[in-house]
């Protein structure tokens, strides 16, 4: 069948009016040790290298342009009817009726059975794509996940060369069965940040926030309102509240956007205009809702507010 040109699934899929499922997709690799090997999935899939990796249980490489040239035939025409080579054939390419390339320029050649026309390895190499059908029989759905714990079963691998045993019912000697559970706290922290951030920056969950607030003056080091931030935040620290006080002298923008971008789940601004209404500010970083707090109260207003 003469396919001039076309070289992509999808181009001879649109000039045959097929599907791109309906067509075999031949993927040429070296093996270490066994030379070039043909792959071949459905032609809506896609490879899984760790999976014919592990499949294989050794290594290999994508055959170069030239290997391809010189052993199978012009790429983008590539079939595994003839071809002479090993054939790992994806399970998901059951018999039927296939188009693929019959190793030859400009050509193709349709209804091809993989269970007729050629001799092949089968394994489970190809991708899992969203709106596959699981073995249940219910639809795949492809979510963003982090591991955060792990769960290893050990068996007795390590407890037979420890002579590690226990007495089993009839008082026989046997090797420890062992597990090995595990939580990582740097992934669960990473896990956090990721699935509470919003464009600002972070927002800490309250339970592992590495400070409780952020006091932030507005007052320069010589000015009479940095007293009494500082006198606040000594407030702030007496009476037990994790607190991270920002007394640099730079601009209240910049200021304010570090702490948005830091996440605290309660921020605090020390301003000259709110002290002299006798008030700080409080903003919660999740709900964004704000409150004036009384100066003389300020600390133990906080410390309420956090166990609330």
Not at 285 to 292: N, P, V
């Amino acid at each position: 069948m003469d396919t001039p040109g076309l070289t992509k699934v999808e181009e001879v899929a649109a000039h045959l009016g097929l599907p791109p499922g309906a067509f075999i997709k031949t993927l040429p690799i070296i093996v270490e040790g066994r030379g070039m090997v043909l792959v071949l999935l459905r032609g809506d899939h896609r490879l899984n290298e760790i999976k014919l990796r592990n499949g294989m249980k050794t290594d290999f490489r994508q055959a170069s342009t030239e290997e391809i040239e010189d052993q199978l035939g012009p790429v983008g025409y590539l079939g595994p009817v003839d071809s002479g080579l090993p054939i790992i054939k994806d399970a998901a390419l059951t018999g039927g009726s296939y188009v693929s390339g019959a190793n030859k320029p400009n050509t193709h050649l349709k209804g091809i059975d993989p269970d007729r026309d050629f001799e092949s390895y089968e394994m489970d190499v190809r991708t899992v794509e969203a709106g596959d059908v699981a073995s249940g029989g219910g639809t795949i759905e492809i979510e963003p996940a982090i591991e955060i714990g792990n769960i290893f079963k050990l068996g007795t691998r390590y407890s037979e060369p420890l002579g590690a045993t226990y007495l089993d019912e009839a008082g026989q000697e046997r090797p420890i069965v062992m597990g090995s559970y595990g939580i990582g706290p740097a992934r669960i922290v990473a896990a956090a940040i990721e699935q509470g951030a919003d464009e600002q920056g972070i927002v800490w969950p309250a339970s592992i926030a590495p400070w409780q607030a952020h006091l932030v003056s507005l007052a320069k080091a010589e000015d009479e309102e940095r007293a009494a931030a500082d006198r606040i935040y000594e407030e702030l620290i007496a009476s037990g509240v994790e607190t991270l006080y920002d007394d640099r002298d730079a601009g209240p923008g910049e200021k304010l956007t570090d702490a948005e971008l830091l996440g605290c789940p309660l921020r605090l601004v020390v301003g000259r205009r709110g002290l002299a209404e006798g008030i700080i500010e409080a903003s919660e970083r999740r709900s964004g809702d704000e409150h004036k707090l009384p100066v003389e109260e300020a600390a133990q207003r906080v410390a309420e507010m956090l166990r609330g």
